[in-house]
């Protein structure tokens, strides 16, 4: 075939998250616009959080398409005005393009804000008749029925486990939360012969992750949709478990649960955050106050499905105590994994205007990541938040607790005991190297990390750590 054009799809990074991730799966931003490319466009990728690194001095193409976290954004900045001085036109897209659409035409030549797929084919109407615009707008409150299944060449191998959407958006407005930068976003399903055509591609694999911000969604109409998909899902025998994030409704629905687990779901990803009203209040997720979480997760084990608990470390109502409590709540609640996250201030979100406010952001892009401090807390010092978290992942990953949670499991469904095992031996891999990452960018004289904030006064005074 006959190519006019060249486009490199490109992942930047500064970090190789294979090495410090014991849960990675692969994004999908990229191999969607990829799928609604022409096929007279010549396609590359390179994806720097798992693979080789591009050299933008060498690179040869009429279009680079980028789709940075913002941890990696500035790396996108250097190799587009490299590249640009070269004549390759540079596209942007992404939550920290629209967040900050500004800051990025200062290197990029387009910035997409909002939902890809649609603009990114103008931009390419437009690169043909040599008119490109510098931005463009897609909405996140339209139907999904044109947008087709990912281009899987367009994603990376060397990830742990491949993703999947079955649906796009939240209505929530969580402070914290990077969906906050998108306007006009609604919940909508992704149609379900798209959906399991995509699976058809996956079919061999191990284990999938569906990556919709909600797999379950929001009302009675779309439970009953999900019912709907997971009867074909176990019509078709796919052979792979995977696993989705949920809302805690999922525990009201049994039948909801009982379609999960026959089509192969074994784990379910639940914000709680916390277990406080007044933490809840604080992020703006009061849908989950006032929940009896031990009794949530009971139920959701009764179905055969174990519980990953996320969890929020740093809000202003943690006393320097705090992750203590949360260890005995979350060992009381019986989950079965847990990801905990310090507060991260991502641009664009309510959190980080207030933030900004109280003169608490430490604006770094490299270091804006949920593993590393990016503000500075109400009552830890970075050192101190840094203790904290290892004391909770350490009283999860420990030998006697994995054993306790093997042990629960293992006359239910022993299909999950491998799995377990192999995260775990991740999980500790991977925390020994983001702890020592974390202290080393909080130890450089250029990042201020030894000031904690007291109530009322702003920024305290060093708190006795060295810089």
């Not at 075939?1 to 799809?9: D, L």
């Amino acid at each position: 075939m006959n190519t006019r054009y060249k486009i490199i799809f490109y992942y930047p990074a500064l970090v190789k998250e294979n090495r410090g991730t014991e849960f990675l799966y692969s994004p999908l931003s990229l191999a969607y616009l990829s799928a609604h490319t022409p096929d007279y466009y010549q396609k590359e990728l390179y994806d720097e959080y798992v693979g080789e690194d591009i050299d933008p001095y060498t690179a040869k193409a009429d279009i680079v398409a980028m789709s940075p976290l913002t941890s990696g954004v500035n790396r996108a900045y250097q190799v587009a005005d490299i590249l640009r001085e070269r004549g390759v036109t540079c596209v942007i897209g992404g939550a920290h393009a629209s967040a900050m659409p500004e800051e990025a035409l200062e290197h990029f030549d387009t910035v997409i804000i909002g939902e890809g797929e649609k603009p990114w084919k103008n931009f390419l109407t437009d690169f043909e008749n040599k008119r490109i615009r510098k931005t463009y707008f897609g909405r996140m409150d339209v139907p999904l029925e044109n947008l087709g299944v990912p281009d899987r060449n367009m994603v990376h191998p060397n990830y742990h486990y491949p993703s999947i959407n079955t649906s796009r958006g939240c209505p929530y407005s969580c402070s914290f939360c990077y969906l906050t930068v998108y306007k006009n976003r609604r919940y909508r399903t992704i149609p379900h012969e798209n959906v399991l055509k995509d699976m058809e591609k996956l079919r061999d694999k191990s284990l999938v992750v569906v990556t919709d911000e909600n797999f379950i969604g929001y009302s009675r109409e779309d439970h009953s949709d999900r019912k709907k998909l997971l009867k074909k899902m176990i019509e078709r025998k796919f052979d792979f478990y995977w696993g989705c994030q949920a809302s805690l409704n999922i525990a009201e629905d049994p039948e909801l649960m009982d379609l999960m687990y026959e089509s192969g779901c074994r784990s379910v990803f639940i914000g709680f955050e916390s277990a406080n009203p007044a933490d809840l209040k604080e992020i703006r997720k009061n849908h989950n106050a006032n929940i009896d979480y031990k009794k949530i997760v009971e139920t959701i084990h009764s179905h055969k499905l174990t519980v990953i608990a996320s969890c929020i470390l740093g809000l202003d109502n943690h006393n320097k105590d705090y992750h203590k409590q949360l260890i005995r709540d979350l060992k009381q609640m019986k989950v079965d994994y847990v990801r905990v996250f310090l507060m991260t201030s991502w641009p664009g979100t309510p959190l980080n205007k207030k933030l900004k406010e109280q003169g608490r952001l430490i604006e770094n892009w490299d270091r804006t990541r949920k593993d590393i401090p990016n503000i500075h807390y109400m009552n830890y010092t970075h050192k101190e938040i840094l203790s904290a978290r290892k004391e909770v992942m350490d009283a999860f990953f420990n030998f006697s607790h994995v054993l306790r949670t093997i042990m629960r499991w293992l006359f239910i469904d022993r299909s999950l005991m491998k799995l377990f095992i192999k995260m775990t031996i991740r999980n500790r891999i991977s925390e020994h190297i983001r702890n020592k990452r974390a202290l080393k960018f909080i130890l450089q004289k250029s990042y201020t990390a030894n000031q904690k904030v007291k109530k009322g006064m702003g920024i305290a005074a060093p708190a006795g750590e060295s810089a």
